[in-house]
């Protein structure tokens, strides 16, 4: 399923939030089972089945990192079952000193100012990939796609780090 | 205004015709049913004139009393007086054993350890419990608007699991009452609300009832109601509250072991004095032991703050990760709104204050909020409003996950994702020959199975038996607009669909659904037979009805040889449909329904195109 073609967009790294989530709520007006409800079985299960499309089309082509694996994917290049790791060592570095910055938050007298810090370096970093990731994604060469591809799998981490650092935060205030 | 009303062709009942349904909130302490009549919503009230239900319901030797009767022998007869039994709701025995509260009722276990309440009436379960309350709520309703009801919009938590709105769908289907929709409590009181105000912007709604805490936060956009999060927590209510104020006094007084009664006598007597404290800074509880002595205390409002406070605290934190998960700070939330007889606490109210930075809305009573958005919702589910753009996007509160290797839990949907959804994946065979593979599915955050909990176990069968990693299942979890699993596996290279047995860990099975169903019949004298034959009927003019207006409308997406087979298959359902077989009607569906699939299909797609007719292909 291309899901740029359920929302009539021309696939692009960079799209319009705005007019996706429109278009979103117009679809949805469409094919939701609320306006099947006293219909009969069938068409409440198509209507079931088609809007869990629906919502997973606008998932997908609302999260960055999410909607670039799709563009990879339709590209032939698909990071869903993947095992690859990233080898770049200076990023395994970066990620080992942020992990060990994650475990001293549990100790310190003064947690907040090391969470906020930690967020605002993961931000700044995260836009970096974000912005390099989305040069390549527009690039017409296949290299170039694959190394997009490795910016997703860095991207990937860095949201896993990001929730790792918001249940160390939750973990405060419990 | 039309002077002439003209009726679509082969539609047989007059489409202006104004549908029976009403939105019903079954809650831990009261319950409530309201409906839309003459463009008002309104609760109903009972010959008395009472609005409220409470949830109470008494088994005795020969008659079963709900509601105000029930309450009154409450004290002297716990055993077989059920209170709350919506905690109780998709709960396992052990699990509410092992709590902090110790109850009055006798247990016992079925058969997969559901709880069972044995009363002077023998074993009742939770489900069968809740169908006695909805019972005369739709009596009432059916006596105060003059007919049978088409449909009911019933409302549970949304921190509800699976088994737990599995279950109040049973209790309603107890009673032969069709369900149009589950809706979470939180989203029926932004409806009441968003409609009232016409406001748009994200709201977070707070409710706090007797047995469960919710908080969903919302965005409403042109008649658009999106929940962006919900949070909560299944087991934290009022009843809380009564029961830290019991042990208090129990303490004060140094009373050792209680017999249930005064056990009872007390619970009753720490809620009277939580309701006293809204108001007043102390109360003076009492009680009047067996031997005639009277036990005094007085409680101040900053003692049952003290003790409420680590409870009010744990809903404060669900706020803040229920925005996070939002992404929304809480400058942005434009209105919070309080839902819930708890949310009269005085303390509650001054957190919730606190927390979001602005005084909360309760311009509508908290009592009735959520009844009322519900029957908003049965209006135009039942189709009296075609016209409404009403929209809701709920999400589903709890993750879904599938037990993996050591115990751990391989999250398949995350919570707070938009419902329907669908998640397919994929596994494979880890011995040559395998035919049987078992599944267990859980519901939660948690990273270890044991910390989640249960949902459903159930085995594929009839796998090809091939070489050991050869076989590729791909199991589909779909979850449905009311927050429901279900599941359906297929083998990829053969194309084999699987069979799958889902035994509900905490809910009923089939079979003891079924059971029920006869059991209550009997207690109505009914016939189970004519009811399902009626169902059938119901559902065969449901179907002929809808396919002809399809055909009306879309008709020439069917070539000539198409519409002869479906116009042979209706011709043979409006045969069946009018004699008492139900079998044949039922087959007649079927067949009706193999021969529309594609055109239903064709047609689907073609609204989804509609809907964005007009709009550029391009992006910017």
């Known amino acids: ?174 | 205004m039309a002077l002439l009303q003209i009726a679509e062709p082969g539609q047989s009942a007059a489409p202006h015709q104004h549908r029976l349904a009403v939105g019903i909130d079954l809650g831990t302490t009261n319950s409530l049913v309201a409906t839309v009549r003459s463009g008002e919503t309104a609760t109903l009230a009972d010959e008395q004139g009472r609005h409220s239900l409470p949830s109470i319901v008494r088994y005795t030797q020969d008659a079963i009393e709900v509601g105000y009767q029930a309450a009154l022998s409450s004290a002297q007869d716990p055993h077989n007086t059920i209170v709350s039994v919506k905690r109780f709701m998709g709960r396992s025995l052990e699990d509410i054993q092992s709590g902090p509260q110790s109850f009055a009722y006798e247990f016992a276990a079925s058969d997969n350890g559901l709880p069972l309440f044995v009363t002077a009436q023998g074993t009742v379960n939770p489900v069968q419990v809740s169908a006695e309350i909805l019972r005369p709520l739709v009596q009432r309703a059916e006596q105060t608007l003059g007919g049978e009801l088409q449909g009911v919009v019933i409302t549970v938590p949304a921190y509800f699991d699976d088994a737990q709105r599995q279950g109040t769908k049973d209790a309603a289907a107890l009673l032969g009452v069709k369900v149009l929709r589950l809706l979470n409590e939180p989203t029926a009181a932004a409806i009441a609300y968003g409609l009232d105000s016409k406001q748009e912007g994200v709201i977070a709604i707070y409710d706090l009832g007797g047995g469960t805490f919710d908080i969903s936060i919302l965005r409403l956009n042109r008649g658009v109601f999106e929940v962006l999060a919900t949070g909560g927590d299944s087991a934290l209510g009022g009843d809380d509250f009564d029961h830290l104020l019991q042990n208090h006094l129990q303490q004060a007084w140094q009373l050792p072991g209680l017999s249930p009664q005064l056990g009872r006598q007390l619970l009753i007597e720490a809620r009277r004095v939580k309701e006293a404290l809204t108001q007043e800074t102390s109360v003076l509880a009492s009680l009047t032991l067996t031997d005639g002595s009277l036990l005094q205390h007085t409680v101040t409002k900053t003692d049952f703050e003290t003790l409420i406070a680590s409870l009010v605290k744990k809903t404060i934190g669900s706020c803040r990760r229920a925005l996070r998960d939002a992404g929304v700070t809480a400058d942005e939330v434009l209105e919070t709104v309080l839902v819930g007889g708890s949310t009269r606490v005085p303390l509650v109210r001054e957190q919730v204050e606190h927390f979001f930075g602005k005084p909360p809305l309760t311009s509508i009573d908290p009592d009735k909020v959520v009844a009322i958005g519900a029957a908003i919702q049965a209006d135009i589910l039942v189709g009296n409003k075609p016209e409404s753009d009403l929209l809701l996007l709920d999400v589903i509160p709890l993750s879904l996950g599938i037990e993996t290797m050591g115990g751990l839990v391989e999250k398949v949907v995350s919570r707070n994702t938009t419902i329907p959804v669908a998640r397919a994946q994929e596994f494979t065979t880890f011995k040559d020959g395998q035919t049987a593979m078992a599944f267990h599915v859980v519901q939660g955050e948690r990273e270890l199975v044991a910390d989640c909990r249960s949902l459903a176990r159930f085995t594929l069968k009839g796998i090809p038996p091939l070489a050991a990693g050869a076989a590729h299942i791909r199991v589909t979890f779909q979850v449905d607009a009311d927050g429901l699993l279900s599941v359906t596996a297929m083998e990829k290279s053969t194309g084999v669909q699987a069979s799958i047995q889902v035994k509900p860990s905490f809910g009923l099975s089939d079979t003891e659904i079924a059971l029920m169903l006869k059991d209550s019949m009997q207690h109505a004298k009914d016939d189970i037979a004519r009811r399902m034959l009626a169902e059938q009927q119901v559902e065969a003019a449901r179907v002929l009805e809808s396919l002809n207006a399809a055909l009306h409308k879309d008709g020439d997406l069917l070539d000539a040889a198409e519409r002869e087979a479906i116009d042979a298959a209706m011709t043979q359902l409006v045969v069946v449909a009018g004699q008492d077989d139900t079998d044949a009607i039922t087959k007649a569906i079927e067949a009706l329904d193999a021969q529309t699939q594609e055109f239903a299909s064709k047609r689907m797609d073609n609204s989804i195109r509609a809907a964005l007719k007009g709009q550029s292909v391009d992006n910017i």
Not at chain 1, 25 to 54: C, G, W, Y
Not at chain 1, 71 to 99: C, N, P, Y
Not at chain 1, 138 to 156: G, M, P
């Open chain 1, 1 to 174: 399923m291309n899901y740029f073609e359920l929302f009539r967009f021309t696939p692009a790294f960079t799209i319009d939030t705005a007019l996706l989530a429109e278009r979103y709520r117009e679809l949805q007006r469409a094919v939701h089972p609320d306006k099947f409800a006293n219909d009969t079985e069938q068409q409440k299960l198509l209507s079931v089945q088609r809007t869990a499309q629906i919502n997973d089309g606008f998932q997908t082509l609302k999260d960055p990192i999410r909607r670039a694996e799709h563009m990879l994917a339709l590209r032939g290049i698909d990071l869903s079952h993947e095992t690859t790791t990233v080898k770049d060592t200076q990023f395994l570095m970066q990620q080992m000193e942020w992990r060990e910055a994650l475990e001293d938050i549990s100790h310190s007298q003064v947690p907040e100012p090391m969470i906020d810090g930690l967020y605002q370096s993961f931000a700044a970093y995260q836009a970096e990939l974000t912005q390099l990731l989305a040069a390549l994604l527009d690039s017409e060469l296949q290299a170039d796609w694959l190394l997009a591809a490795d910016q997703v799998r860095k991207l990937k981490f860095m949201a896993k780090l990001h929730n790792e650092l918001t249940r160390a935060e939750d973990a405060l205030f419990d």
